[in-house]
């Protein structure tokens, strides 16, 4: 006897998304931590200048490849997405000097970022750092380009399932269990799209077996998702957005211009109550 998969009806998990101009705060990236706040997008975060020296540096860049992993476009840098502890963090190792050379000299945005959250973290008892293996360590964030172009720039997903599949030998699924924060910057925007949207959805482990998507929460179907509410983050150069990867959420289609759609990712999140995990 077959038995036909059933469609799970997904449950509405309230938005609260915080938009204003500005720096980043230490206390408003914790919020999204600790699951206070689903999303944050800070307009004008980082400069103009600093934008263009990172895109630049980004299309010269010896170690620019092609993403093979069903998602178009090309990156600098590691991700963990579908893969054991030792690939990902002997390919992180590897992209290192590349990640560098994003920044060259700058006085950057992750990094300043990065060891902001680390000191105010202290204060409060809580060590921050890059994840690690026996094989190395995470960088502090990938650049990535998308190029595609089909109805979402990149189709809707969620981060959590992939970190709570990322194996016995990591470190990352533990983090799972609370947040997954997922903290990108803007150097280069299209005039029109590739935007950020987030529907009001934060899937279980039935809602992901319902769609296929339990071990890598990519992508679930409009179908699916045309009941339940979004919101849009409308980005520009200079921007960063912090959101719980745990909602679905993806990148609408960009306009036509010739302008990509550039961004320097990361996720955080709290492994236990006194340790955070930065990786890519």
């Not at 998990?13 to 800070?42: C, D, M, N, Q, Y």
């Not at 190792?93 to 990640?99: C, G, H, K, L, Q």
């Not at 679930?220 to 919101?231: G, K, N």
């Not at 289609?253 to 990509?260: E, L, V």
Request: with cysteine.
């Amino acid at each position: 006897m077959v038995t036909a998969q059933t469609s799970q009806t997904p449950a509405i998990s309230p938005l609260t998304i915080k938009e204003r101009t500005g720096s980043i705060s230490t206390a408003e990236i914790i919020s999204v931590l600790k699951g206070e706040t689903t999303g944050l997008h800070i307009r004008q975060a980082f400069s103009i200048e600093v934008a263009e020296e990172i895109t630049a540096n980004f299309a010269r860049n010896p170690g620019l490849k092609e993403r093979k992993d069903g998602v178009p476009g090309q990156y600098v840098g590691a991700s963990h997405y579908r893969k054991d502890a030792a690939t990902y963090f002997a390919e992180a190792e590897n992209a290192r000097p590349f990640v560098d050379a994003l920044f060259g000299n700058l006085v950057d945005p992750v990094r300043g970022l990065f060891d902001a959250l680390k000191r105010e973290l202290h204060n409060q008892g809580v060590e921050l750092r890059l994840a690690r293996s026996d094989r190395g360590q995470a960088n502090i964030c990938r650049a990535i380009r998308w190029s595609g172009t089909g109805m979402y720039a990149l189709e809707p997903h969620d981060d959590a399932a992939q970190v709570l599949c990322a194996g016995k030998d990591c470190e990352l699924p533990a983090v799972a269990n609370n947040t997954v924060a997922a903290l990108n910057f803007y150097p280069s925007m299209a005039e029109q799209g590739g935007n950020l949207r987030i529907w009001s959805h934060k899937p279980t482990v039935t809602d992901r077996k319902s769609q296929g998507v339990e071990t890598k929460g990519y992508p679930y179907s409009t179908t699916y998702l045309e009941a339940v509410p979004c919101r849009d983050f409308q980005l520009n150069v200079g921007d960063i957005a912090l959101i719980d990867g745990g909602f679905v959420h993806g990148v609408t289609r960009q306009s036509g211009n010739g302008k990509s759609r550039l961004l320097l990712n990361c996720f955080l999140g709290f492994a236990r109550p006194d340790l955070v995990l930065w990786w890519t």
